[in-house]
């Protein structure tokens, strides 16, 4: 019982869990900007802003995660299971800045 308990902590941190729709990519690899995540390279090949993988995400185009917020900045988590190799933290960099960021 506590470990169900402990397990759902994860998920009381999110503020949503949107419902992917049938043909919803995955996360494959992370877009960083001095250490930070600043947007994700989905299954299908693209690379989107970390706002617009929130938004596709809220549309039920992104499986395996939810929304999350840490003071004004909104983000993606990986939904907890029992694997480790599916975590955002887990994913490779694949670039350093999404196109029109870089400096």
């Known amino acids: 019982m506590i470990k169900n308990a402990t397990s759902e902590l994860p998920l009381a941190a999110m503020d949503e869990i949107p419902t992917p729709k049938e043909d919803a990519v995955t996360i494959t690899g992370l877009v960083k900007k001095s250490g930070r995540i600043t947007g994700y390279q989905l299954s299908d090949d693209r690379i989107v802003s970390r706002e617009e993988g929130v938004a596709?995400?809220?549309d039920g185009q992104i499986r395996g995660v939810g929304i999350a917020h840490n003071k004004d900045t909104v983000y993606l988590k990986?939904?907890?299971d029992e694997s480790e190799s599916n975590n955002l933290s887990s994913l490779p960099t694949v670039r350093t800045a999404p196109p029109g960021q870089q400096r």
Do not use: D
Request: hydrophobic fraction near 50%; proline fraction near 17%; charged fraction near 15%.
């Open 56 to 58: 596709l995400a809220k």
């Open 78 to 80: 990986s939904l907890p």
